[in-house]
C-alpha cells in the first residue's frame, strides 16, 4: 500500500523538486546534456544553475571546527580508513559546502561536474547526503538526478549513481561500479566500507564497498523535448 501511495504521489512531490546544475556537464559527455525546458514541462522538476564557483566560495568558507566534527565522525564509524587526514578534511568541506547550497536553494538534489578537478572530491559528500535523502549524480548529469529523485520518492531510500561496468549475458549478470558516493547503507555493513582516495586521480574520499544483495531497480532518463524517456530495467 505504501508503493501504491508513494507512486501516486509521485506527480505532485516532482512539481516540488528543485535540482542544482553546478559547473554543467563535463567536457565530451553529449550523453549527459538536459533539457531543462523538457524536465519542468514532463516532469515538474525545475533546474537552478549554480556556477561552480559558488560552490568552492563555501568550500574555503567551511567551519574548521565543523569540518574536524564530520571527521571525527568518520573516524568513529569507519575503521578502514586510507585517505589521509588532509583528503578527509578536504572532502568533508566539500560536503559542509553543498548542505549550505542545498539550504540557500532548496535543493533536492544536485549534479556536479566533477571529472576531472573535482573527481574524488565530492564523493565523500555524495554518499554522505545519499543518507539525508539529497541524491547527488556525477559528472554533471543532470538527467540522472531527476531520475534518482524519483527513484529515492518511490522507494524512501538511498539510489546509487552508477555505471554499467560489465554485463554478462551468459550468467545473466551485470556489474555496476563508480568511483564511491554510494550511500553507506547500501554496504551490509559499515566493517565493509573502505574510506580512499579515487582511482586514477589519488584524490578525494570513496566509499568502496559491494552493496548488500537484494531487488535491484536501473533506471535512466535519457532525450529531449518531445522524446525525453525512461528505460527501466528490475
Request: charged share 20%.
Given at each position: 500500500?505504501?508503493r501504491?501511495?508513494?507512486?501516486?504521489?509521485?506527480?505532485?512531490?516532482?512539481?516540488?523538486?528543485?535540482?542544482?546544475?553546478?559547473?554543467?556537464?563535463?567536457a565530451?559527455?553529449?550523453?549527459?546534456a538536459?533539457?531543462?525546458?523538457?524536465?519542468l514541462?514532463?516532469?515538474?522538476?525545475r533546474?537552478?544553475?549554480?556556477?561552480?564557483?559558488?560552490?568552492?566560495?563555501?568550500v574555503?568558507?567551511?567551519?574548521?571546527t565543523e569540518?574536524?566534527?564530520?571527521?571525527?565522525?568518520?573516524?568513529?564509524?569507519?575503521?578502514?580508513?586510507?585517505?589521509t587526514d588532509?583528503?578527509?578534511?578536504?572532502?568533508?568541506?566539500?560536503?559542509?559546502?553543498?548542505k549550505?547550497?542545498?539550504?540557500r536553494?532548496?535543493?533536492?538534489?544536485?549534479?556536479?561536474?566533477?571529472?576531472?578537478?573535482?573527481?574524488?572530491k565530492?564523493?565523500?559528500?555524495?554518499?554522505?547526503?545519499?543518507?539525508?535523502g539529497?541524491?547527488?549524480?556525477?559528472e554533471?548529469?543532470?538527467n540522472?538526478?531527476?531520475?534518482?529523485?524519483?527513484?529515492?520518492?518511490?522507494?524512501?531510500?538511498c539510489?546509487n549513481?552508477?555505471?554499467?561496468?560489465?554485463?554478462?549475458?551468459?550468467?545473466n549478470?551485470?556489474l555496476f561500479s563508480?568511483?564511491?558516493?554510494?550511500?553507506?547503507?547500501?554496504?551490509?555493513?559499515?566493517?565493509?566500507?573502505?574510506?580512499?582516495?579515487v582511482?586514477?586521480?589519488?584524490q578525494g574520499?570513496?566509499?568502496?564497498?559491494?552493496?548488500?544483495?537484494?531487488?535491484v531497480?536501473?533506471a535512466?532518463?535519457v532525450?529531449?523535448?518531445?522524446?525525453l524517456?525512461?528505460?527501466?530495467?528490475?
Amino acid at each position: 500500500i505504501l508503493r501504491q501511495l508513494r507512486s501516486l504521489n509521485l506527480v505532485g512531490e516532482m512539481k516540488h523538486i528543485r535540482v542544482a546544475s553546478i559547473g554543467n556537464r563535463c567536457a565530451g559527455m553529449t550523453e549527459t546534456a538536459f533539457d531543462e525546458f523538457a524536465l519542468l514541462e514532463k516532469i515538474g522538476a525545475r533546474v537552478i544553475t549554480i556556477d561552480e564557483s559558488e560552490l568552492l566560495d563555501e568550500v574555503n568558507k567551511a567551519s574548521v571546527t565543523e569540518i574536524a566534527q564530520v571527521c571525527s565522525l568518520l573516524k568513529s564509524r569507519f575503521c578502514h580508513i586510507t585517505s589521509t587526514d588532509a583528503q578527509l578534511s578536504e572532502s568533508a568541506a566539500y560536503y559542509l559546502a553543498m548542505k549550505k547550497l542545498i539550504e540557500r536553494y532548496g535543493l533536492s538534489g544536485m549534479a556536479i561536474k566533477c571529472y576531472t578537478k573535482y573527481m574524488g572530491k565530492i564523493c565523500l559528500a555524495g554518499a554522505l547526503l545519499a543518507e539525508e535523502g539529497i541524491v547527488c549524480a556525477c559528472e554533471g548529469d543532470v538527467n540522472n538526478t531527476v531520475m534518482m529523485k524519483i527513484l529515492n520518492i518511490l522507494s524512501d531510500d538511498c539510489v546509487n549513481c552508477t555505471d554499467i561496468l560489465q554485463p554478462d549475458v551468459e550468467a545473466n549478470t551485470i556489474l555496476f561500479s563508480h568511483c564511491g558516493n554510494t550511500g553507506f547503507s547500501m554496504a551490509v555493513s559499515d566493517n565493509d566500507v573502505e574510506l580512499c582516495p579515487v582511482r586514477i586521480m589519488e584524490q578525494g574520499v570513496c566509499g568502496r564497498f559491494v552493496c548488500k544483495p537484494g531487488f535491484v531497480t536501473a533506471a535512466d532518463l535519457v532525450g529531449h523535448g518531445g522524446t525525453l524517456r525512461m528505460s527501466v530495467m528490475t
